[in-house]
């Protein structure tokens, strides 16, 4: 694959290196190569859909960038935003997209709207999202170094239609969830019925 890179100057307050320190001290080197593979194949999908690779790249390097925050920080957050106090209910897997976005605007001074919206969607997904959101979502789920049964199957839907990959994605994650009796956050069901079940 070939590698791009663009400086991102254009959408947040500090330039990729600048941002690649920021995530560095919050990320172990295994998430943090996860974030550089995630980036990639966001451009790379951006392409695809005629969309800019330039937000997609930025949504899809820092997508994961409060994924290894200590809970009290997420907790702060959720008190101080005054967000649904249900989600004290749930951990970091919800949090660091549902939440997290809210870190990465404050601490990374990314402030568009796109963006944002991709980062918190990128785990629940969400009824109304946009390319960015769905590229953000699909780039986390195929990115190479992803290793499931069915990845090749994934990718090949994704790199054909990038909605089927979202609805593939949605159906098996959720299959996943109930498979094993895990709570399911509200509005991942909501995403669940719009994307799956086709609910307007
Ligand atoms: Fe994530
Ligand atoms: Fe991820």
């Not at 209910?89 to 997290?100: D, E, F, L, P, R």
């Not at 780039?139 to 909605?163: C, S």
């Not at 299959?175 to 086709?198: E, Q, R, T």
């Amino acid at each position: 694959m070939n590698e791009f890179k663009y400086n991102y100057t254009k959408y947040a307050k500090m330039n990729r290196d600048e941002i690649l320190t920021e995530m560095q001290k919050h990320l172990n080197d295994e998430r943090f190569q996860h974030c550089l593979r995630v980036e990639q194949t966001a451009i790379e999908l951006a392409k695809e859909n005629d969309v800019d690779p330039e937000i997609a790249g930025l949504a899809g390097l820092v997508h994961d960038y409060a994924k290894q925050r200590p809970n009290e920080d997420f907790i702060k957050v959720i008190v101080d935003h005054h967000l649904d106090p249900d989600l004290l209910n749930y951990g970091k897997a919800i949090w660091h997209g549902y939440v997290g976005y809210l870190l990465i605007q404050a601490e990374l001074g990314i402030n568009d709207a796109r963006i944002l919206n991709a980062v918190k969607y990128h785990t629940i997904g969400a009824p109304d999202m946009d390319k960015y959101a769905q590229i953000t979502y699909m780039a986390d789920f195929i990115e190479p170094a992803r290793d499931f049964e069915g990845v090749q199957e994934a990718r090949d839907i994704t790199h054909e239609n990038l909605w089927q990959g979202v609805i593939y994605q949605n159906e098996n994650t959720m299959k996943f969830l109930i498979g094993k009796n895990k709570a399911i956050y509200p509005a991942a069901i909501v995403a669940y019925n719009a994307i799956v079940a086709g609910l307007k």
